[in-house]
């Protein structure tokens, strides 16, 4: 593979945004980023999540300050809830860290990551630290710091623990600590192989009043962020609206601020300052010795750009770009600089040329070792010199004679190329190999902190532009058109010829002499005319017997479906049973689940074809079960697993159904935030309740983000925002003979044992006296709380509330939360 070095003449200009459709900008927004090319600062936000970082801010210093602007979210976010699907864990965090690249793309700053995995709520940086491992994740934030070179680094939480979450005083924590360690060459000297050190200016914390917390006083330092940006069209308050509301898994959809909008700072470490945030800052090329005269040559740009005309500065433009390659590399922070501003440049010659340079592949997937079917497509919008002097596909050179291009002439080059065996799948790469609960593992120095993965397959344009010659890297996407959404682009997909998956991940049983469990399976052929035969990898105990194992896959996208009987003797236990398909002598054995959102680019992840099966002692009558969906779960599914007769309840069968031929109906997570209609139907799901139904109600929020839309129960109660983050937290029985901890399972301590992440959030709290709690629990250092389950009787029917973790629980098969669970269902009738 021929390499392309950042040398005079030659630069590969690496495209971020694989999935998004060519980028092109009007003479105002031209206008905007030529400016930038006379700022040489940069700034650093740090916090813990998705939606931690104060938008308005990020736009005002990227756009207003015209500074390098980055936000480093030490997690993805996979530890929330879901408003708009039923993902959790990893793929909740792909979908938030797409979502976190959609509000960057508005708000003109840059996104990093630390290893750091957001395993829940946390009510103190102590337990974030336990399972984070401070150490690690402070390396990682040191080596953002040290690529980055922040001028000023800035705080969303302070170390004090305003900002409520454990995960966001430990940010501050970090961030405080990598301030001094960044600069220190014996802390991590590993990274200095790769970096050099790098000591900010100064660190502040931007201080905040939310809700009830007002961390802000007159006597911080302060900025008018709220002021209106003529060549964008918007104030920062509007375009930080439009950031924020890209976070629509946490349905934090923002109204336009306008006016003006002051920002509390408070001074924490370093040069101290009397008003500005950058005192003591040059930001201009006067930190780099001997550039008087780009910047000379940069305002004379300015000054002359022509709004109707952009293309009369291209002359000037690939002068200032020769000019910057020409710059000493001596010093690493002007090789830095250096990069910076030769992409900047390189950027605005293309837009005020208007040259369209793209390549999209026939489909959106592609296997190694196969053929990929290019077209290139290349436009000069111009009347520029411009000359297109050969094309690189898949690091193969083209033999096409180089060729001056028509102004306004669409050429278009169609190659095929076979990828290389050895190209990787496209995963999204912290998921490459398992993870512990509190981080990513991630071994290679150069992918630590990248918010996504590079694009692998890709094409590079070598062109001239007023005898500059330029390479331009452009991934290689699908392009497709559809009859609503119009033209649009997804990411190219490198797969293996199959993927396998179970119908279910998990499926909880109950044991008995020659158990059978019958499994469905479903191989997908990525290419055509796949031959292959399963195989399944069992334990002691367990046999298998495939229905036709071999299997013959014609067309591509085609799939194949097996039936397996897995028979259990007396010495099975609970076990993972895994799955590999051979084709054409190689094993495969990758599932695949994809993510599907308009607001960003698709998106999928594989891995380990595999099923839990869990023994779990449970008893239950045949009962018929209603089930009212919420924001997305999959408790549902899972009683079906069980063998419940389970009905989704729509809107048209509350209304018109009778509920009494239901044994109990069980609403989905905040399905009472998410439904309006339920309040039409509340008296009708009361009388099912007195005519001796019992209704079970999962957590809702009763937040800002979240109100409750309807009335939720017989007598007052609230929502709060109580939880106990602790899986392992003990729990204690409030009333020991009630039938939720007897009948039909006989509840023990030993079934809140293998709980995940949390035992519950949002529990109920002044309580009317009707109601009974049942369970009492509480975090370290706390003071206990008995709302997590509770229940009332109304008519002859029962109300029950829990806060409890099911839906977290049931999906990840956890014996205890099954038979507590089955237990509410069963509630006995009152007399």
Same mark, same amino acid.
């Given at each position: 593979?021929?390499? =392309?070095?950042?040398?005079?003449?030659?630069?590969?200009?690496?495209?971020?945004?694989?999935?998004?459709?060519?980028?092109?900008?009007?003479?105002?927004?031209?206008?905007?980023?030529?400016?930038?090319?006379?700022?040489?600062?940069?700034?650093?936000?740090?916090?813990?999540?998705?939606?931690?970082?104060?938008?308005?801010?990020?736009?005002?210093?990227?756009?207003?300050?015209?500074?390098?602007?980055?936000?480093?979210?030490?997690?993805?976010?996979?530890?929330?809830?879901?408003?708009?699907?039923?993902?959790?864990?990893?793929?909740?965090?792909?979908?938030?860290?797409?979502?976190?690249?959609?509000?960057?793309?508005?708000?003109?700053a840059?996104?990093?990551?630390?290893?750091?995995?957001?395993?829940?709520?946390?009510?103190?940086?102590?337990?974030?630290?336990?399972?984070?491992?401070?150490?690690?994740?402070?390396?990682?934030?040191?080596?953002?710091?040290?690529?980055?070179?922040?001028?000023?680094?800035?705080?969303?939480?302070?170390?004090t623990?305003?900002?409520?979450?454990?995960?966001?005083?430990?940010?501050?924590?970090?961030?405080?600590?990598?301030?001094?360690?960044?600069?220190?060459?014996?802390?991590f000297?590993?990274?200095?192989?790769?970096?050099?050190?790098?000591?900010?200016?100064?660190?502040?914390?931007?201080?905040?009043?939310?809700?009830?917390?007002?961390?802000?006083?007159?006597?911080?330092?302060?900025?008018?962020?709220?002021?209106?940006?003529?060549?964008l069209?918007?104030?920062?308050?509007?375009?930080?609206?439009?950031?924020?509301?890209?976070?629509?898994?946490?349905?934090?959809?923002?109204?336009?601020?306008?006016?003006?909008?002051?920002?509390?700072?408070?001074?924490?470490?370093?040069?101290?300052?009397?008003?500005?945030?950058?005192?003591?800052?040059?930001s201009?090329?006067?930190?780099?010795?001997?550039?008087?005269?780009?910047?000379?040559t940069?305002?004379?740009?300015?000054?002359?750009?022509?709004?109707?005309?952009?293309?009369?500065?291209?002359?000037?433009?690939?002068?200032?770009?020769?000019?910057?390659?020409?710059?000493?590399?001596?010093?690493?922070?002007?090789?830095?600089?250096?990069?910076?501003?030769?992409?900047?440049?390189?950027?605005?010659?293309?837009?005020?040329?208007?040259?369209?340079?793209?390549?999209?592949?026939?489909?959106?997937?592609?296997?190694?070792?196969?053929?990929?079917?290019?077209?290139?497509q290349?436009?000069?919008?111009?009347?520029?010199?411009?000359?297109?002097?050969?094309?690189?596909?898949?690091?193969?050179?083209?033999?096409?004679?180089?060729m001056?291009?028509?102004?306004?002439?669409?050429y278009?080059?169609?190659?095929?190329?076979?990828?290389?065996?050895?190209?990787?799948?496209?995963?999204?790469?912290?998921l490459?190999?398992?993870?512990?609960?509190?981080?990513?593992?991630?071994?290679?120095?150069?992918?630590?902190?990248?918010?996504?993965?590079?694009?692998?397959?890709?094409?590079?344009?070598?062109?001239?532009?007023?005898?500059?010659?330029?390479?331009?890297?452009?991934?290689?996407?699908?392009?497709?058109?559809?009859?609503?959404?119009?033209?649009?682009?997804?990411? =190219?997909?490198?797969?293996?010829?199959?993927?396998?998956?179970?119908?279910?991940?998990?499926?909880?049983?109950?044991?008995?002499?020659k158990?059978?469990?019958?499994?469905?399976?479903?191989?997908?052929?990525?290419?055509?005319?796949?031959?292959?035969?399963?195989?399944?990898?069992?334990?002691?105990?367990?046999?298998?017997?495939?229905?036709?194992?071999?299997?013959?896959?014609?067309?591509?996208?085609?799939?194949?479906?097996?039936?397996?009987?897995?028979?259990?003797?007396?010495?099975?236990?609970?076990?993972?049973?895994?799955?590999?398909?051979?084709?054409?002598?190689? =094993?495969?054995?990758?599932?695949?689940?994809r993510?599907?959102?308009?607001?960003?680019?698709?998106?999928?992840?594989?891995?380990?074809?595999?099923?839990?099966?869990?023994?779990?002692?449970?008893k239950?009558?045949?009962?018929?079960?209603?089930?009212?969906?919420?924001?997305?779960?999959?408790?549902?599914?899972?009683?079906?697993?069980?063998?419940?007769?389970?009905?989704?309840?729509?809107?048209? =069968?509350?209304?018109?159904?009778?509920?009494?031929?239901?044994?109990?109906?069980?609403?989905?997570?905040?399905?009472?935030?998410?439904?309006?209609?339920?309040?039409?139907?509340?008296?009708?799901?009361?009388?099912?309740?007195?005519?001796?139904?019992?209704?079970?109600?999962?957590?809702?929020?009763?937040?800002?983000?979240?109100?409750?839309?309807?009335?939720?129960?017989?007598?007052?109660?609230?929502?709060?925002?109580?939880?106990?983050?602790?899986?392992?937290?003990?729990?204690?029985?409030?009333?020991?003979?009630?039938?939720?901890?007897?009948?039909?399972?006989?509840?023990?301590?030993?079934?809140?044992?293998?709980w995940?992440?949390?035992?519950?959030?949002?529990?109920?709290?002044?309580?009317?006296?009707?109601?009974?709690?049942?369970?009492?629990?509480?975090d370290?250092?706390?003071?206990?709380?008995?709302?997590?389950?509770?229940?009332?009787?109304?008519?002859?029917?029962?109300?029950v509330?829990?806060?409890?973790?099911?839906?977290?629980?049931?999906?990840?098969?956890?014996?205890?939360?099954?038979?507590?669970?089955?237990?509410?269902?069963?509630?006995?009738?009152?007399?």
């Amino acid at each position: 593979m021929r390499k =392309l070095s950042l040398i005079l003449l030659i630069l590969i200009y690496k495209l971020g945004l694989v999935a998004q459709a060519p980028v092109s900008k009007g003479s105002s927004e031209i206008l905007h980023h030529l400016k930038k090319l006379n700022t040489l600062g940069s700034v650093l936000y740090i916090a813990a999540h998705p939606d931690d970082e104060n938008t308005r801010l990020l736009s005002y210093l990227a756009n207003e300050k015209r500074f390098r602007t980055a936000y480093l979210s030490l997690t993805r976010g996979d530890g929330g809830q879901n408003l708009i699907g039923k993902e959790q864990a990893e793929l909740l965090g792909l979908i938030r860290t797409q979502e976190l690249l959609a509000a960057r793309r508005v708000d003109g700053a840059e996104q990093l990551f630390t290893r750091a995995n957001d395993f829940g709520y946390s009510k103190n940086p102590e337990e974030t630290f336990s399972f984070w491992n401070k150490d690690s994740v402070l390396y990682d934030v040191v080596l953002a710091i040290r690529k980055f070179k922040p001028d000023v680094i800035i705080c969303r939480f302070p170390t004090t623990g305003e900002g409520g979450h454990g995960h966001h005083t430990a940010s501050a924590i970090l961030a405080l600590e990598a301030f001094d360690a960044a600069a220190d060459p014996t802390k991590f000297p590993d990274q200095l192989k790769y970096t050099e050190v790098w000591q900010a200016k100064r660190i502040l914390w931007n201080t905040f009043n939310f809700g009830t917390t007002n961390t802000t006083s007159p006597d911080q330092i302060k900025l008018d962020v709220g002021v209106y940006n003529s060549l964008l069209g918007k104030g920062y308050g509007e375009i930080a609206a439009e950031s924020r509301s890209m976070h629509k898994s946490q349905g934090f959809g923002s109204a336009k601020q306008r006016g003006s909008n002051i920002e509390y700072f408070k001074f924490l470490k370093g040069e101290e300052l009397k008003s500005d945030l950058f005192e003591g800052v040059n930001s201009t090329w006067g930190r780099i010795n001997q550039t008087a005269a780009i910047q000379k040559t940069v305002d004379a740009i300015i000054k002359s750009f022509d709004m109707e005309f952009p293309a009369k500065s291209i002359a000037a433009l690939t002068d200032l770009y020769k000019s910057i390659a020409a710059l000493s590399e001596k010093e690493p922070y002007i090789q830095y600089w250096k990069k910076i501003k030769l992409n900047e440049t390189e950027q605005l010659i293309l837009w005020c040329s208007g040259l369209f340079l793209e390549a999209t592949s026939a489909d959106y997937m592609a296997i190694p070792g196969e053929d990929i079917n290019i077209t290139t497509q290349v436009v000069n919008r111009s009347s520029s010199d411009v000359k297109l002097k050969r094309v690189s596909f898949l690091n193969q050179w083209d033999t096409l004679p180089a060729m001056s291009l028509k102004q306004n002439e669409l050429y278009t080059f169609k190659r095929k190329e076979k990828l290389s065996n050895s190209i990787s799948y496209s995963n999204p790469y912290w998921l490459n190999e398992k993870h512990s609960s509190g981080r990513y593992t991630v071994k290679d120095m150069a992918l630590i902190g990248k918010p996504e993965n590079d694009g692998i397959a890709k094409v590079v344009f070598e062109i001239s532009i007023n005898d500059l010659t330029l390479s331009i890297e452009r991934s290689i996407v699908y392009k497709s058109t559809d009859p609503v959404k119009g033209e649009v682009y997804r990411p =190219l997909e490198i797969v293996p010829p199959v993927t396998i998956n179970f119908s279910e991940k998990v499926i909880v049983y109950t044991h008995s002499p020659k158990k059978v469990i019958h499994l469905t399976l479903t191989a997908k052929a990525n290419k055509a005319s796949v031959t292959g035969k399963l195989k399944l990898n069992t334990h002691v105990g367990w046999a298998e017997n495939i229905d036709k194992p071999e299997f013959i896959i014609n067309n591509k996208g085609d799939e194949v479906i097996f039936n397996v009987e897995l028979v259990a003797d007396q010495k099975a236990e609970s076990t993972v049973v895994s799955a590999e398909v051979e084709v054409d002598g190689k =094993l495969y054995s990758n599932s695949i689940k994809r993510i599907e959102y308009d607001h960003i680019p698709y998106q999928f992840i594989l891995s380990d074809a595999e099923i839990k099966l869990i023994n779990a002692d449970i008893k239950k009558g045949d009962l018929t079960i209603g089930y009212i969906p919420g924001a997305g779960d999959d408790v549902a599914a899972c009683l079906k697993q069980i063998g419940y007769n389970v009905t989704i309840l729509t809107d048209d =069968l509350l209304l018109n159904e009778d509920l009494s031929k239901y044994s109990a109906i069980v609403t989905g997570v905040r399905a009472y935030n998410t439904n309006d209609r339920l309040q039409v139907h509340y008296n009708k799901l009361m009388e099912y309740i007195k005519a001796g139904g019992n209704l079970v109600v999962q957590y809702n929020t009763n937040n800002r983000i979240g109100p409750v839309v309807a009335k939720i129960s017989p007598y007052p109660l609230t929502i709060s925002r109580d939880r106990v983050t602790d899986e392992l937290a003990k729990v204690s029985f409030v009333k020991n003979d009630h039938p939720a901890l007897n009948f039909p399972n006989a509840i023990t301590n030993a079934d809140f044992d293998n709980w995940i992440q949390e035992r519950g959030i949002y529990f109920a709290n002044d309580l009317d006296k009707a109601y009974q709690p049942i369970l009492e629990m509480n975090d370290p250092n706390e003071k206990t709380s008995n709302g997590s389950l509770i229940i009332t009787p109304y008519g002859k029917g029962n109300f029950v509330y829990t806060g409890l973790a099911f839906f977290r629980e049931l999906p990840a098969g956890v014996p205890g939360a099954y038979r507590l669970f089955v237990n509410l269902l069963s509630l006995p009738k009152n007399k």
